[in-house]
C-alpha cells in the first residue's frame, strides 16, 4: 500500500497509541500521575534473594501478573519480556481504536511490529543455563534456543495478534527503541506501510546481569538503604545508574490513514537521526561530538532550529561520565537555546530500562506535551559545575511544547535523537 502525499513528498507520521508497563505505573493513566508527581518506582528486588549482592535495588515491577497475560504452561517457554510486552501492546491498541479480533486478513498484513530491546531474552536464558548447571536438566525449557533469541519477541506478539507485517527486533544497546521507533517512522514515511506497533521492552534485573555491571563499575552501590533515591541524574554524588524492567509500546500510523479512520492524535514524528562515534564499547568521547551530530540531523530533518525546541526527554542514566558528556552535546548541538530549554531525565525517577529507555523517554514526552507539564528530574541535591543545564528539579513544571527532542546515547558510542511535534 502506498501512502505517499505525492512527487518529492513523504508521509507524515503519527502516534495514536500508547501502552505502559512501568517501575512506576502500571496503564498509562497511572505512569501519567507518577511522572508528573515525581514518584519513584525504584525498590528493593524482590524476586530472589539479593542478600549477597553488592546491589539490591532496581526499577523491578513486583506486582505485575505476568499470567494475566501469558497462559501458565507457556511462560517456562519464554521470557518475562513477553508478558510485558503483550500487557502494553494491548493497551497501545486498545488505546488506538484498534480490534485486532475484528480485523480483516489484508487489515493484519498492514501492521508490521518492530520492537526494540537490549537484553531480549537473557533473563530467561540465565535461567535456563542456571537450570542446567545445577543439575535440573529436565526442568530446562524445550525452547531454550528458539526463545532465548531476541528476534523471537515480535513474532509472540505477532502471534497474540495475528499481524503478519513486518516482525522485526532492533538490538542496539540502549538506544535499541529509540531507532525501533525511527525505523517504523521511515517505512511509513516511504509508504511501505501504514501503521506499525513499535516500542521497546526489557526485563534484566537478574544476578548475573546485576554481577556484570557491577565489574564494570556502572551500577550504584550507594543507596541499597535507600531506593527511592538511587537515581540522581546529573547530580554531582552520582556514581551509578539503577536496573529496570518495562515496556512502552505505540501505535505510529500514516497521517491520513489515522484521520481517515478518526483516531487521536498524540503527537507527530517529524525528525529521526542515528550516528555512531566508533570509539569504545562503553565510554563516551569527551568531545560530545557525535550524540550532538544526532540532534542536529533529527532537528534538519524535523526542519526545526534549536529556537524552536521546547523539551528535551534526557538520556540521564545517573553515571558521572554519561551525564557530563551529554550536557556538553545539549550545548553543542542547541547553542545559545541550550540553557534556555528545559530538561528532565526519567531515569530519576524508574532507573536504566536498557534498550527500551528510549521509548520509556518517548512516553514521557508525549505526557509532557498531552498535559503541558513537564516532568521532574528527581534527587538532583548536589549541584555539579559540568551539568549545569535546566533539568526540572524536584517537581514538575507547567510548560506548552510544541517541539520536544527525545535523546539517547549508549554503549558502542551509539547515540539517537527523535524529534516529536504537537499537533494543533
Request: proline share 5%; glycine share 10%.
Amino acid at each position: 500500500m502506498s501512502t505517499s502525499n505525492g512527487p518529492g513528498r513523504m508521509t507524515r507520521v503519527v502516534i495514536t497509541g500508547m501502552g505502559v508497563v512501568s517501575p512506576n505505573g502500571f496503564g498509562r493513566q497511572a505512569f501519567c500521575r507518577a511522572i508528573l508527581e515525581g514518584r519513584s518506582g525504584v525498590k528493593r528486588i524482590s524476586r530472589y534473594d539479593v542478600s549477597e549482592l553488592p546491589v539490591q535495588i532496581a526499577g523491578e515491577i513486583a506486582d505485575f501478573d505476568e499470567l494475566a497475560w501469558i497462559d501458565g504452561k507457556e511462560r517456562k517457554h519464554v521470557s518475562r519480556v513477553v508478558p510485558l510486552c503483550l500487557a502494553a501492546s494491548s493497551e497501545a491498541l486498545n488505546d488506538a481504536g484498534l480490534n485486532p479480533a475484528a480485523m480483516s486478513l489484508q487489515e493484519k498484513r498492514e501492521i508490521g511490529i518492530i520492537l526494540g530491546s537490549g537484553g531480549g531474552a537473557q533473563e530467561y536464558s540465565e535461567h535456563n543455563y542456571r537450570l542446567w548447571h545445577t543439575g535440573n536438566v529436565k526442568q530446562v525449557s524445550l525452547f531454550c534456543i528458539p526463545s532465548g533469541t531476541p528476534g523471537t519477541i515480535s513474532s509472540e506478539v505477532q502471534m497474540r495478534f495475528g499481524f503478519r507485517g513486518y516482525s522485526h527486533v532492533v538490538s542496539t544497546g540502549c538506544t535499541s527503541s529509540s531507532d525501533a521507533i525511527g525505523y517504523a517512522f521511515a517505512h511509513i514515511q516511504a509508504g511501505v506501510q501504514p501503521l506499525f506497533l513499535v516500542g521497546g521492552v526489557d526485563s534484566t534485573i537478574t544476578p548475573g546481569i546485576i554481577k556484570g555491571y557491577t565489574l564494570l563499575r556502572a551500577l550504584t552501590t550507594s543507596w541499597n538503604h535507600a531506593p527511592e533515591r538511587a537515581s540522581r541524574p546529573f547530580s554531582r554524588d552520582r556514581d551509578g545508574f539503577v536496573l529496570a524492567e518495562g515496556s512502552w509500546m505505540f501505535v505510529l500510523e500514516d497521517y491520513h490513514h489515522a484521520r481517515a479512520r478518526g483516531a487521536r492524535i498524540y503527537a507527530e514524528i517529524v525528525g529521526y537521526a542515528s550516528t555512531c562515534e566508533a570509539f569504545h564499547r562503553v565510554r563516551l568521547s569527551e568531545s560530545a561530538e557525535e550524540p550532538a551530530r544526532a540532534i542536529t540531523e533529527a532537528m534538519a530533518e524535523a526542519g526545526v532550529s534549536p529556537h524552536n525546541i521546547d523539551y528535551v526527554n534526557l538520556h540521564g542514566t545517573s553515571t558521572g561520565l554519561n551525564d557530563r558528556i551529554e550536557t556538553r552535546a545539549l550545548k553543542l548541538a542547541l547553542g545559545n537555546q541550550a540553557r534556555r530549554v528545559p530538561m528532565s531525565a526519567l531515569k530519576s525517577l524508574i532507573g536504566h530500562a536498557q534498550g527500551a529507555t528510549g521509548a520509556a523517554g518517548m512516553a514521557a514526552t508525549l505526557v509532557a506535551m498531552e498535559h503541558s507539564q513537564i516532568p521532574p528530574t528527581i534527587n538532583l541535591e548536589v549541584p555539579d559545575p559540568e551539568c549545569d543545564l535546566d533539568y526540572v528539579p524536584d517537581r514538575d513544571r507547567k510548560q506548552p511544547i510544541e517541539y520536544a527532542i527525545c535523546n539517547c546515547v549508549g554503549f558502542g558510542s551509539k547515540n539517537s535523537a527523535l524529534v516529536l511535534r504537537k499537533l494543533a
